[in-house]
């Protein structure tokens, strides 16, 4: 067994190299014709960035650091920037403890993990904000006054109020939302019902000319390929029980011949895959007339329809859906959208919402896309909730100055008052800025991710106390 000892001045590299990352609530600005899009910058790309560059990921610790914050990020979005300001402020403060006490760090701990019991206690409610009570003056609030996102997400907001969803409905729009962007001329975007796909010219001409009603369709949530294997799974074991019996066909050849006898005995006329087909897949499926969709990402709004392996195949997977088309505008529609867009429609689909924005530059699709998922994200944790803070670095901005009345002080003392502090400081996001206390906010962030941001920042430092190695 291998023992690697944590080197925790490399941590200390990284607070230096955020530190001017996180100093203020500086936005990244983008100019798209007359409009200036703008957004709290999302660090966690710089992240990545300054961790690959400083080769440094090699630290078991870091490790550990950044798949923590990663994976706070791909469930909250909006609130990686305070998950890293409260990590670092509880890095600092732990450190500053260290110098000034002999006391250990068990102790520390403890309190660390009294906080944060009372931090989840703390968080729960039942009380809900109604999709009816959303107004266009609450939404521009909430994303942070940008007139362009503000328009993008109230065109949202209205879709759903048409589609008349239900409560329950709208406590997953991240999962009802298909978001589609393009390089075109011009900045466009629509909110549209349904599911659309975008398509390159060649494909798209394919689907002009084909009679696209109920289309016999499955869907892999993979690639489809012999050597494909999910984590975990073991391919060869697998393949070696199914073969055992049989003589004459290599592995690869059963399964091709079991996956193609699947396609013409349920007639199977379009194929959506997550990733790639196999070369030998894509000539059968042209020279059969099969539809094939590859590479689409949002497989998660198809839910229970998708297959990982053939083997796994039944009826039930099968899905009859229709194509139809997304019609150019008018020429002289100055909105108009200009790619190549089909719908895809069946009972699940038709529930869901799209939205299109196409930009002349692909890093203003990036930078549009990134803040208009922070500001739905935020949106669906306001309505999941009932309860919103005030924003704008307020929260990291009162947790930053109450810690500074910790200084000079030792011993026991300290640790009790930084329980006190830390405390309070939480109970301020929780109970200061209710539902109904919205006039005097500027900025408004939702409750639950900065709540878990917290949460987050407390996890990892009371790791960092406990771990003075780690095994290999």
């Not at 796909?197 to 869907?219: C, G, M, R, V």
């Not at 070369?279 to 969709?293: A, E």
Request: aromatic share 12%.
């Amino acid at each position: 067994m291998n023992v690697t000892h944590i080197d925790y001045s490399k941590f200390e590299s990284i607070y230096h190299s955020l530190r001017p990352l996180l100093a203020n609530q500086e936005i990244t600005k983008c100019i798209v014709k007359d409009d200036c899009i703008s957004l709290i910058k999302c660090p966690f790309q710089e992240i990545e960035s300054i961790i690959d560059g400083n080769l440094i990921v090699k630290d078991k610790f870091i490790q550990l650091l950044i798949n923590t914050i990663s994976s706070f990020h791909n469930s909250n979005v909006c609130s990686t920037k305070t998950a890293i300001i409260f990590t670092l402020i509880l890095f600092k403060e732990i450190k500053y403890f260290k110098q000034i006490n002999n006391l250990d760090n068990r102790k520390l701990s403890n309190s660390l993990n009294k906080i944060l019991a009372k931090s989840i206690e703390l968080i729960k409610s039942e009380h809900l904000i109604h999709l009816r009570d959303l107004n266009e003056n609450f939404i521009k609030s909430l994303c942070r006054n940008d007139n362009s996102i503000t328009h993008l997400v109230n065109s949202f907001v209205k879709k759903l109020k048409n589609k008349k969803f239900d409560q329950d409905d709208i406590l997953y729009l991240s999962s009802n939302t298909n978001y589609l962007s393009n390089s075109t001329n011009s900045f466009n975007f629509r909110v549209k019902n349904g599911l659309y796909l975008s398509l390159n010219d060649e494909i798209y001409s394919k689907f002009k000319h084909l009679n696209l009603k109920n289309l016999q369709t499955i869907i892999f949530d993979a690639n489809i390929s012999y050597d494909y294997a999910h984590l975990g799974f073991n391919k060869n074991l697998n393949m070696e029980k199914f073969t055992s019996n049989l003589s004459g066909y290599s592995s690869d050849e059963i399964w091709f011949n079991k996956l193609t006898n699947i396609l013409l005995s349920y007639k199977i006329e379009m194929i959506i895959a997550k990733g790639y087909l196999d070369k030998k897949v894509q000539d059968f499926c042209d020279l059969n007339n099969i539809l094939v969709l590859k590479n689409f990402k949002n497989l998660n709004l198809f839910r229970n329809n998708c297959l990982t392996y053939i083997e796994d195949f039944d009826e039930e997977k099968l899905l009859s859906v229709e194509i139809s088309f997304l019609e150019k505008e008018s020429k002289f529609d100055e909105k108009c959208l200009s790619g190549n867009y089909i719908k895809i429609s069946n009972s699940d689909c038709d529930r869901l919402i799209s939205i299109i924005i196409e930009s002349r530059l692909k890093i203003n699709e990036t930078i549009i896309l990134e803040s208009l998922k922070h500001n739905l994200k935020r949106l669906e944790n306001v309505l999941k909730n009932g309860y919103y803070v005030k924003g704008g670095g307020f929260i990291e901005e009162f947790l930053g100055n109450n810690i500074k009345y910790l200084k000079g002080i030792n011993g026991d003392l300290y640790l009790e008052y930084a329980k006190e502090i830390l405390e309070n400081s939480f109970n301020v996001l929780c109970n200061l800025f209710k539902s109904n206390q919205s006039d005097n906010m500027i900025y408004f962030d939702d409750f639950k991710s900065k709540s878990k941001a917290w949460q987050t920042a407390l996890w990892i430092n009371n790791i960092y106390l406990n771990t003075d190695l780690l095994l290999d």
